[in-house]
């Protein structure tokens, strides 16, 4: 949750998501099927008290999801557990979801694991393989589901022949619990009652700790299975005292997977208002449109726009990129993802890249796509985890929801970059593969933060700062200065800044540091005691950080002004990959602070940081070529620049492009399309651009200002006569649309 550069008094918003959850939006998804099995009366050892109860609770859970088929058998010897087995792999084949959830008494073997039947008596080592079930042949039983394989074995509990058994081959080890797997089929979990090589407890009620949580998580509606997994795996490690921990095993790819696809409403804050907003300043739209403005996918822009179409800014930029897909397919053989790929072929956003390679699977631009997204991964051979696992998840995890430079030359992700789904399906595989790695569990925070999850996000911090992670415990700060999902409390926020700070962690430094810069919330504005702050984490290469020292000796805030030192605090924020920064070393050069005017260096910078997304750098190139500023005057190169800008969310540049269209510079002239720019910039907070329209309406064409009181009128804010004429009902009603906005 980056936000010390922007810093805005934001109220905590209320929206109510519904959700209906299917795969991309299919209507009808493909079959889920189960097979259950409890087997609890033994023959020739103890029975077991909970398999029948377990089965039925599952049975429920399932069933109650929606689930298209649940069989169920209890105490089935070999002949018929091999059936069962049988029997479901045929009802498994193209199915889309294919879980086997076993409970009863299980045994590992020279590193194999085993199901006992009912009818084992196991009186030598020999007889394991002819008597018990390998658990291989569960596997085999999924092969043919689609999307999800899911074996779930509640059957970590102790060897009851362990002892009795009579050793043929002294190196044949029987040992306790069941053995760690490595899955090789796609899209396979296994999970474990309790962790390889340790045992599982049956608990004191009806049914063991480990089904009880599986019955009131697994088939959450909304929910994805890894994300479940870990709920599971904390409610048994918070109820059994630590005593059992259950384990997942294997990976799937990257698209999340519901177990439950029914309808469901989630009412992620509580306090007030309308507009789908979040802390962070992004609308439920904005966060959206990141997710989709990077595709030539006509259909994705269509669901937007079912979805978004009371926001007018984004339902205007959907629009236009909508029109203009359409006329590239009649005008042009370019197929969608070359389009695409124009957008992105620089791009430093890993999110973007990777939903461009799910949608263009057969593109000749996916090896291009994948090496930039390799460039933006923890570099090989660094050390990402603290418990010394490194995984592919984790670093799926670091690449979409990495806090920013937290570790040498990684430049993590922005918080209005996340993206949310792909981020909360790779971070809580890595979790569930990892769930001693407190980073990773901090940044499974951070997905479920960036999604409006706020309830889960300060679950999930709260786990990550209590077992050290000080990035945590900051982004629970931040939640309670912005009264994120309640009241704000900034005396709370900032002891939990201060305590972060003190640990040395860079992040709650520069947090801290913003806090007395702004003198926000009542805190005592110290512009002494912030430079100190900032300069602790920038010595610890926090880009953030030393962009803002540069800021300090630019506007001489606690400081002489010297451009020159604010110059060198700059390039040092831009070379570990800042945005702020490179925009702010184009501002220097292009205004001669601190160096020479030169404005080849300022487009230059500008580039840089219009290359990593920075809107305001876009809509700046925009201005230089729509002015002819160190550049020969070009407005088709300015509207380019401008759309682009305008398209990541610049009002600015909204502005501009509504002069273009109105003078006809660089496209045609255009009253309709200008009008619509310049009420999407004024609903988009340009201060600029209202003042113009409120002050000099003459700056503007005729044919304009009829269009803007037509505007006006068809969105119920003015009702008087399209003259052109910016009389008072005009002023009244173009006041009314700026606070729309």
Same mark, same amino acid.
């Given at each position: 949750?980056?936000?010390?550069?922007?810093?805005?008094?934001?109220?905590?918003?209320?929206?109510?998501?519904?959700?209906?959850?299917?795969?991309?939006?299919?209507?009808?998804?493909?079959?889920?099927?189960?097979?259950?099995?409890?087997?609890?009366?033994?023959?020739?050892?103890?029975?077991?008290?909970?398999?029948?109860?377990?089965?039925?609770?599952? &049975?429920?859970?399932?069933?109650?999801?929606?689930?298209?088929?649940?069989?169920?058998?209890?105490?089935?010897?070999?002949?018929?557990?091999?059936?069962?087995?049988?029997?479901?792999?045929?009802?498994?084949?193209?199915?889309?979801?294919?879980?086997?959830?076993?409970?009863?008494?299980?045994?590992?073997?020279?590193?194999?694991?085993?199901?006992?039947?009912?009818?084992?008596?196991?009186?030598?080592?020999?007889?394991?393989?002819?008597? @018990?079930?390998?658990?291989?042949?569960?596997?085999?039983?999924?092969?043919?589901?689609?999307?999800?394989?899911?074996?779930?074995?509640?059957?970590?509990?102790?060897?009851?022949?362990?002892?009795?058994?009579?050793?043929?081959? /002294?190196?044949?080890?029987?040992?306790?619990?069941?053995?760690?797997?490595?899955?090789?089929?796609?899209?396979?979990?296994?999970?474990?009652?309790?962790?390889? =090589?340790?045992?599982?407890?049956?608990?004191?009620?009806?049914?063991?700790?480990?089904?009880?949580?599986?019955?009131? $998580?697994l088939t959450e509606p909304g929910v994805d299975v890894r994300i479940a997994l870990g709920k599971v795996r904390d409610e048994v490690v918070n109820v059994t005292n630590r005593g059992q921990e259950p384990f997942v095993y294997g990976s799937l790819g990257g698209a999340q997977i519901f177990l439950?696809? &029914?309808?469901?409403?989630?009412?992620?804050?509580?306090?007030?208002?309308?507009?789908?907003?979040?802390?962070?300043?992004?609308s439920a739209a904005a966060a959206d449109w990141q997710n989709i403005r990077d595709l030539a996918d006509k259909e994705l822009i269509e669901v937007f726009l079912q979805k978004h179409s009371g926001d007018p800014v984004y339902k205007m930029l959907a629009e236009k990129k909508l029109k203009l897909?359409?006329? @590239?397919?009649?005008?042009?053989?370019?197929?969608?993802?070359? *389009?695409?790929?124009?957008?992105?072929?620089?791009?430093?956003?890993?999110?973007?890249?990777?939903?461009? *390679?799910?949608? #263009?699977? %057969?593109?000749?631009?996916?090896?291009?796509?994948?090496?930039?997204?390799?460039?933006?991964?923890?570099?090989?051979?660094?050390?990402?985890?603290?418990?010394?696992?490194?995984?592919?998840?984790?670093? %799926?995890?670091?690449?979409?929801?990495?806090?920013?430079?937290?570790?040498?030359?990684?430049? =993590?992700?922005?918080?209005?970059?996340?993206?949310?789904?792909?981020?909360?399906? @790779?971070?809580?595989?890595?979790?569930?593969?990892?769930?001693?790695?407190?980073?990773?569990?901090?940044?499974?925070?951070?997905?479920?933060?960036?999604?409006?999850? #706020?309830?889960?996000?300060?679950?999930?911090?709260? &786990?990550?700062?209590?077992?050290?992670?000080?990035?945590?415990?900051?982004?629970?700060?931040?939640?309670?200065?912005?009264?994120?999902?309640?009241?704000?409390?900034?005396?709370?926020?900032?002891?939990?800044?201060?305590?972060?700070?003190?640990?040395?962690?860079?992040?709650?430094?520069?947090?801290?540091?913003?806090?007395?810069?702004?003198?926000?919330?009542?805190?005592?504005?110290?512009?002494?005691? !912030?430079?100190?702050?900032?300069?602790? !984490?920038?010595?610890?290469? $926090?880009?953030?950080?030393?962009?803002?020292?540069?800021?300090? $000796?630019?506007?001489?805030?606690?400081?002489? +002004?010297? $451009?020159?030192? !604010?110059? &060198?605090?700059?390039?040092?924020?831009? %070379?570990?990959?800042?945005?702020?920064?490179?925009?702010?070393?184009?501002?220097?050069?292009?205004? =001669?602070?601190?160096?020479?005017?030169?404005?080849? +260096?300022?487009?230059?910078?500008?580039?840089?940081?219009?290359?990593?997304? %920075?809107?305001?750098?876009?809509?700046?190139?925009?201005?230089?070529?729509?002015?002819?500023?160190?550049?020969?005057?070009?407005?088709?190169?300015?509207?380019?620049? #401008?759309?682009?800008?305008?398209?990541?969310? /610049?009002?600015?540049?909204? =502005?501009?492009?509504?002069?273009?269209?109105?003078?006809?510079?660089?496209t045609k002239p255009d009253p309709k399309e200008a009008v619509r720019w310049a009420a999407a910039s004024i609903e988009g907070g340009d201060q600029g651009k209202l003042d113009e329209v409120r002050t000099k309406p003459d700056n503007f064409t005729p044919e304009f200002r009829r269009e803007f +009181?037509?505007?006006?009128?068809?969105?119920?804010?003015?009702?008087?006569?399209?003259?052109?004429?910016?009389?008072?009902?005009?002023?009244?009603?173009?006041?009314?649309?700026?606070?729309?906005?």
């Amino acid at each position: 949750m980056l936000r010390l550069l922007a810093p805005r008094h934001l109220r905590t918003a209320f929206f109510c998501l519904s959700v209906l959850v299917c795969q991309y939006g299919v209507a009808e998804a493909a079959a889920r099927v189960a097979l259950l099995i409890g087997n609890e009366k033994y023959e020739a050892t103890s029975q077991l008290n909970n398999p029948a109860n377990d089965v039925e609770l599952m &049975k429920t859970a399932f069933e109650q999801a929606g689930f298209d088929s649940v069989t169920t058998v209890h105490d089935v010897d070999r002949a018929a557990m091999v059936r069962a087995l049988r029997d479901f792999e045929d009802v498994a084949t193209g199915a889309e979801v294919a879980i086997i959830y076993y409970s009863g008494h299980g045994m590992e073997m020279n590193g194999e694991n085993y199901l006992l039947p009912v009818d084992v008596t196991l009186k030598s080592d020999k007889d394991v393989e002819d008597e @018990a079930v390998p658990l291989e042949r569960a596997q085999r039983s999924l092969e043919g589901a689609t999307r999800l394989k899911l074996v779930i074995l509640d059957a970590c509990r102790n060897n009851p022949f362990e002892q009795s058994m009579s050793r043929s081959i /002294s190196t044949r080890a029987v040992s306790r619990g069941l053995a760690r797997v490595e899955p090789e089929s796609a899209d396979l979990l296994i999970a474990f009652a309790s962790k390889a =090589g340790t045992v599982a407890m049956d608990g004191e009620g009806k049914n063991s700790p480990f089904a009880t949580a599986l019955a009131k $998580y697994l088939t959450e509606p909304g929910v994805d299975v890894r994300i479940a997994l870990g709920k599971v795996r904390d409610e048994v490690v918070n109820v059994t005292n630590r005593g059992q921990e259950p384990f997942v095993y294997g990976s799937l790819g990257g698209a999340q997977i519901f177990l439950n696809i &029914k309808e469901i409403n989630i009412n992620v804050t509580t306090n007030g208002g309308a507009q789908e907003v979040s802390p962070n300043g992004q609308s439920a739209a904005a966060a959206d449109w990141q997710n989709i403005r990077d595709l030539a996918d006509k259909e994705l822009i269509e669901v937007f726009l079912q979805k978004h179409s009371g926001d007018p800014v984004y339902k205007m930029l959907a629009e236009k990129k909508l029109k203009l897909l359409t006329e @590239a397919e009649q005008t042009t053989s370019v197929s969608p993802d070359e *389009i695409a790929w124009e957008a992105l072929k620089q791009s430093t956003d890993a999110a973007a890249l990777t939903r461009f *390679i799910e949608r #263009y699977p %057969d593109s000749s631009h996916k090896a291009e796509a994948e090496t930039q997204i390799a460039a933006l991964e923890p570099k090989k051979g660094l050390n990402i985890s603290e418990t010394g696992k490194d995984t592919q998840a984790s670093r %799926d995890c670091y690449l979409l929801a990495g806090e920013p430079q937290s570790m040498p030359g990684f430049l =993590g992700v922005n918080f209005l970059k996340i993206d949310s789904e792909r981020a909360l399906t @790779a971070c809580a595989q890595a979790v569930n593969e990892n769930p001693d790695d407190m980073m990773l569990v901090n940044m499974l925070g951070r997905a479920y933060d960036a999604g409006r999850n #706020y309830a889960e996000a300060r679950r999930t911090y709260q &786990k990550a700062a209590d077992g050290g992670n000080m990035y945590a415990l900051t982004n629970l700060a931040w939640f309670s200065i912005y009264g994120t999902d309640g009241a704000v409390d900034i005396d709370a926020g900032k002891a939990m800044f201060e305590q972060a700070a003190k640990a040395g962690n860079p992040y709650a430094q520069a947090s801290l540091g913003w806090l007395y810069r702004e003198g926000y919330g009542g805190v005592a504005q110290e512009f002494a005691q !912030s430079k100190e702050l900032y300069e602790a !984490s920038a010595a610890q290469g $926090y880009a953030n950080a030393m962009a803002t020292l540069g800021w300090f $000796y630019r506007e001489a805030k606690g400081v002489p +002004q010297d $451009y020159a030192a !604010s110059l &060198k605090w700059y390039i040092k924020a831009a %070379d570990g990959g800042d945005a702020n920064a490179m925009s702010s070393l184009g501002w220097a050069y292009q205004n =001669g602070l601190g160096t020479d005017q030169d404005y080849t +260096q300022a487009k230059a910078w500008y580039e840089k940081a219009a290359n990593v997304g %920075d809107a305001y750098s876009m809509a700046l190139l925009g201005w230089f070529y729509d002015v002819g500023n160190g550049v020969p005057q070009d407005y088709e190169q300015a509207r380019n620049w #401008y759309e682009m800008a305008a398209n990541a969310g /610049s009002a600015y540049a909204m =502005g501009g492009l509504s002069r273009l269209y109105d003078f006809g510079l660089g496209t045609k002239p255009d009253p309709k399309e200008a009008v619509r720019w310049a009420a999407a910039s004024i609903e988009g907070g340009d201060q600029g651009k209202l003042d113009e329209v409120r002050t000099k309406p003459d700056n503007f064409t005729p044919e304009f200002r009829r269009e803007f +009181q037509a505007l006006l009128k068809e969105r119920g804010f003015y009702s008087g006569p399209t003259d052109g004429d910016f009389g008072a009902s005009t002023q009244t009603a173009i006041d009314r649309l700026a606070q729309r906005g």
